[in-house]
């Protein structure tokens, strides 16, 4: 096999592995094992728990003691085992222990799987991209595979509404089976990757507390401020969406026309039609080189701040077009590449290159460890508010939150964002 090849297998099965079971977990938690919301928020928190600590163990191994792709394989057969017992755990307390024990397992690797890409490309600039995308096409793949799963098997004919949606939720145990049978295929895959020896430099002191001085200054100030706020507004997609999406589903089954069709090919229970975000996420990255030398960070930054406001809109207000939920799915492309993005390349621009690493792990911590912890608490509390007397979710009293907070971060940014902003120049390491 070539390398790229080789690593193209590589990014496809780990992100495969996070895109079986990630957008069905709220749904079976609640659904199925009938944990409240509280226990549910308290669950997905302890996840991002462990991606905030886990990446600091990890480092330490993989730069000075052990091989690279000997780490992958071994934190990936440990997550296969746990991941594979969460499909039965049926007690609080343990899922919350075990789904922090694979934050701290499993988050590591996905930086692991860069640094190891980047170490033996040639030309990163040029190779990376194609292929990072097989990730993408994984986490679509199994997506898209558990949605079909849940149709064919577990979604009942000729019986109501509440009944179809009781077998789905049992049935997306299956999805924590399908990514425990990927994160072996992957553990012992990783042991034939290439071989990748640490580093044993010594790394400085204080690199983080200068990376935390940079995001004192403008525009790195602006994105810290809006942060965390963004990733409630992302948490609020990935904890309610696919619940959302399983009651617009199950309305047509059985029915004739286009949501028989589109249910036809990405199953159901929402995780598979969540795909089409990731398919966007595709068509943007592609754009992006052109889109970002004739539009300004600040431009690019506000389309994604605006597609993040304008997909929860949909959903809040136009639940009943099944077109109109299509388009604010696709939006996520725009969320992810022209926000997310955009913010590491302005952290990049931003940041002496002495620091610089550092200063992408602290974003990185921020948005997607301490934000998720938030996000997850405040998702879930709005959903206790959004609750109608009946015990149904009112989903337009509860996707008009992170509505307004998106609109919030725009104006913010609108008002905040430098128009011209110097970048750092880099400085001999």
């Not at 017992?85 to 899922?95: G, M, P, S």
């Not at 399983?246 to 949501?259: C, L």
Request: charged share 10%; net charge positive.
């Amino acid at each position: 096999m070539s390398l790229r090849l080789r690593l193209s297998v590589m990014m496809f099965l780990q992100y495969a592995i996070w895109g079986a079971w990630l957008p069905i977990l709220y749904p079976f938690l609640l659904g199925h094992r009938h944990f409240s919301l509280d226990q549910v928020g308290w669950i997905l928190a302890a996840g991002a728990a462990g991606a905030i600590v886990g990446p600091f163990i990890a480092g330490q191994v993989a730069d000075r003691w052990m091989a690279t792709e000997k780490f992958l394989g071994i934190c990936h057969l440990a997550g296969a085992v746990l991941v594979w017992y969460l499909a039965t755990v049926d007690t609080y307390t343990t899922f919350l222990v075990l789904s922090l024990t694979y934050g701290v397992i499993y988050t590591p690797t996905l930086a692991l799987t860069n640094s190891l890409a980047l170490a033996h490309l040639k030309d990163p600039d040029r190779d990376f991209g194609p292929i990072r995308v097989w990730g993408t096409v994984g986490w679509i793949a199994a997506g898209i595979g558990m949605g079909q799963w849940l149709l064919m098997k577990h979604t009942p004919s000729g019986v109501s509404e509440e009944l179809i949606k009781a077998a789905q939720d049992a049935g997306r145990a299956d999805a924590f089976r399908l990514s425990a049978i990927l994160g072996a295929l992957m553990g012992f895959y990783s042991f034939l990757l290439p071989h990748t020896p640490p580093s044993k430099s010594a790394h400085e002191s204080n690199a983080s507390l200068r990376a935390m001085g940079e995001f004192r200054r403008q525009p790195l100030l602006t994105l810290f401020l809006i942060a965390v706020p963004v990733s409630i507004v992302h948490q609020f997609y990935f904890v309610h969406t696919s619940e959302f999406l399983t009651q617009i589903q199950n309305k047509f089954q059985g029915a004739e026309g286009f949501a028989t069709s589109v249910n036809r090919i990405f199953g159901v229970g929402g995780g598979g039609l969540m795909t089409i975000g990731q398919m966007g996420e595709i068509l943007v990255l592609a754009a992006m080189p052109l889109a970002a030398k004739r539009l300004s960070r600040k431009s690019l930054l506000l389309v994604g701040l605006l597609a993040y406001a304008g997909r929860m809109a949909l959903f809040s207000y136009a639940a009943s077009s099944l077109p109109a939920i299509l388009f604010a799915l696709a939006l996520h492309g725009l969320c992810f590449g022209c926000f997310i993005f955009v913010a590491y390349l302005v952290v990049n621009e931003h940041t002496t290159k002495d620091v610089r690493a550092s200063a992408q792990n602290l974003f990185n911590l921020v948005i997607f460890g301490v934000g998720i912890i938030v996000g997850s608490k405040f998702a879930t509390e709005i959903g206790k508010w959004a609750k109608a007397e009946d015990g149904s979710m009112d989903f337009t009293k509860l996707f008009s939150v992170p509505m307004w907070i998106a609109v919030g971060c725009f104006v913010v940014t609108l008002l905040l964002y430098p128009k011209q902003a110097t970048q750092k120049q880099a400085t001999p390491s």
